[in-house]
């Protein structure tokens, strides 16, 4: 199933960042997603109109598949829990066993069960993290269960039925908007003026200090050991070898590229978006080391091969957006 879905991912892609001609065959469906998102976005409630006691920031995308979002929400939520501000974060769950009913993600819960990024969030950063398909419904639940402060969302920007105070938008600067069209003739879920109003666009790998944010590597952890190195002494002990990059992001080659700019020479091996790498995969690789992301060691958990590091990695974010959310967020500042 996930060769499946892979295969139908690279076919997507060529569609929507190619000049592939099947874009055109495609767009009267993409009509009626153009009517269904302009009467929700005409039904939508003010931004700025919650008064639920918690403010709530969306981190989203307008593009289908992997921008970045997570990496961004979670370098987010360090830097508001930093500054004092008590953060909890929703999730539709993707990828895990969705239910009506709001649950509450812990630790040691299954990837398959609650989703890779809710579990990867939790871990990370130890604060509560509800999942629902329903996200209004997730952010009730975070709100009268604990005491918040900012609630986060990942991912979002078109669930117009959340009450929101700030919308972050994350691109790919590479990618761009592909072919401009709305899915499933190209890769947007709303039309490109939808930007217009959202509060702060970022792009990865961007020109622009105001929108830039890119990945660093700072250490590798190996995951059968819990063994932690610093990453400038890993690419000396690895520079001299080819080494195993595996993933199931949904743009591997940001991974890929990361990895090459660090100075490693890389053997590529991605699954679907959200796929899980297996034992089998793993055992198909023949080098003696395999890095994989946070995201992917979710999935695995219970791994005994200890030629596998996940790479972490920190994120920084532009000083002006930071300076935004100091404004409209409830955020202390140094001195209280």
């Not at 929703?90 to 989703?115: F, I, K």
């Not at 695995?300 to 920190?314: G, P, S």
Request: proline residues 6%; hydrophobic residues 45%.
């Amino acid at each position: 199933m996930s060769s499946i879905r892979g295969a139908m991912e690279r076919v997507l892609n060529h569609i929507w960042y190619g000049s592939s001609p099947l874009s055109l065959l495609l767009v009267p469906l993409s009509w009626p997603v153009r009517w269904v998102v302009a009467r929700r976005r005409a039904n939508a409630p003010a931004k700025r109109s919650n008064a639920a006691g918690a403010r709530v920031v969306v981190v989203g995308g307008l593009t289908a598949g992997g921008t970045g979002k997570t990496p961004v929400l979670i370098a987010l939520g360090q830097w508001l829990i930093t500054r004092g501000c008590r953060v909890g974060v929703v999730s539709r769950g993707y990828g895990g066993e969705l239910s009506p009913e709001p649950r509450w993600v812990e630790v040691h819960d299954s990837a398959r069960v609650v989703g890779d990024e809710p579990l990867l969030i939790k871990q990370r950063l130890g604060v509560p993290v509800v999942v629902c398909p329903d996200r209004q419904r997730a952010v009730t639940d975070l709100i009268e269960g604990v005491d918040i402060d900012v609630v986060l969302s990942d991912d979002g920007l078109q669930h117009y039925a959340m009450l929101r105070d700030v919308e972050i938008a994350v691109l790919d600067a590479d990618r761009g908007m592909g072919n401009g069209r709305l899915l499933p003739a190209g890769p947007l879920r709303e039309p490109v003026e939808r930007l217009r109003s959202v509060d702060w666009v970022l792009e990865r790998n961007s020109d622009d200090a105001d929108r830039r944010f890119a990945y660093q590597p700072v250490r590798a952890r190996q995951i059968a050991t819990g063994r932690m190195q610093p990453w400038q002494e890993c690419v000396d002990e690895w520079g001299g070898q080819v080494v195993a990059a595996a993933t199931g992001l949904g743009q591997p080659e940001q991974f890929f590229k990361m990895l090459r700019g660090s100075g490693l020479s890389i053997h590529e091996f991605a699954v679907s978006d959200h796929g899980a790498l297996s034992q089998h995969d793993l055992d198909g690789l023949e080098q003696d080391v395999v890095l994989v992301t946070a995201k992917d060691t979710v999935k695995l958990a219970h791994l005994v091969d200890r030629r596998v590091w996940v790479v972490e990695i920190d994120v920084a974010l532009p000083p002006s957006l930071l300076d935004l959310l100091t404004r409209l967020l409830p955020i202390k500042s140094p001195t209280d």
